[in-house]
């Protein structure tokens, strides 16, 4: 038996979780379009969910650079 696989798709408590952020804020970037996300049921209010890729790409989206000194 191999090593488990890494957890792909996340339920919005868990991507909360994933990325350090509670998951009303989570919801926000969602409304504003501003963190990819899925809705498998096809209804724009059914259950959220993240893929791992995604949620990574967004924090790295979210760096900031430190100036040279």
């Not at 409304?31 to 893929?51: A, C, D, E, N, V």
């Amino acid at each position: 038996m191999g090593a488990p696989k890494p957890q792909v798709w996340f339920s919005l408590d868990e991507a909360a979780e994933f990325i350090g952020l509670e998951p009303r804020k989570i919801q926000r970037l969602v409304k504003k379009r501003m963190i990819p996300h899925y809705r498998p049921s096809g209804s724009p209010t059914g259950q959220l969910r993240f893929h791992r890729d995604d949620l990574t790409d967004y924090m790295a989206s979210c760096r900031v650079e430190v100036g040279q000194h």
